[in-house]
């Protein structure tokens, strides 16, 4: 019998885990390079693994700031940086002019389709797709160390918005 509370406990339990083990390796990561494990990385890092889906600089500052917390912009950026290196999170150009962030322990390697007009990032794998690019990469003696795609184009609620409003012109 399915126990939607016990599956719910796990996950939790999951969770838990996955957050002592990145918070560990960010700690060894920052002792390794003579670095202290401060108060503001904590708040930053449990703040980030706290985030559902990507993030901005900006936007991370102002509900961190929203919560009371006490860390400086310029203490997110550094830390960012150190968590990017630390291959915690990685940096994502969806071409807005800033970078975006996600967290990557716990998630599928995944690529990325954005919509140019509204903005909204869909998450795919695809096993073929990823045997693609390993191939072309051996194929051009390449050493691949990681990859990003991110493919940029229109959603499909904007083509049908676009779609409808040339109708309405057509009648016009």
């Known amino acids: 019998m399915y126990n ?18 990145v918070k ?5 990561y920052l002792r390794n390079r003579g670095n202290t494990v401060t108060h503001q990385r904590n708040i930053i890092l449990d703040e980030i693994m706290k985030k559902k889906s990507h993030f901005d600089i900006d936007s991370f500052v102002s509900t961190i700031n929203r919560k009371g917390r ?5 203490t997110v950026y550094r830390t960012i940086q150190q968590l990017e290196d630390a291959g915690i999170v990685r940096k994502i150009d ?3 002019g800033y970078a975006n962030y996600e967290i990557i ?3 599928e390697h995944h690529e ?6 509204c903005g909204k990032i869909i998450e795919f794998s695809d096993k073929s797709f990823e045997k693609r690019i390993r191939a072309i990469a051996e194929c051009n003696e390449f050493t691949m160390e990681h990859h990003s795609v991110e493919i940029f184009g229109k959603c499909s609620e904007c083509r049908e918005k676009h779609r409808k ?3 309405k012109k057509e009648k016009i």
Not at 70 to 74: I, P, W
Not at 112 to 117: A, D
Request: charged letters at 35%; aromatic letters at 10%; one cysteine or more.
């Open 112 to 117: 990325h389709l954005v919509c140019s007009e």
């Open 165 to 167: 409003e040339s109708l």
């Open 4 to 21: 939607l509370y016990e599956n719910e406990t796990q996950s939790q339990k999951n969770r838990g885990f996955m957050e002592k083990s």
């Open 94 to 96: 969806f071409d807005k």
């Open 24 to 28: 560990k390796r960010f700690q060894t």
């Open 70 to 74: 006490d860390v400086s912009r310029a």
């Open 105 to 107: 322990p716990g998630k």
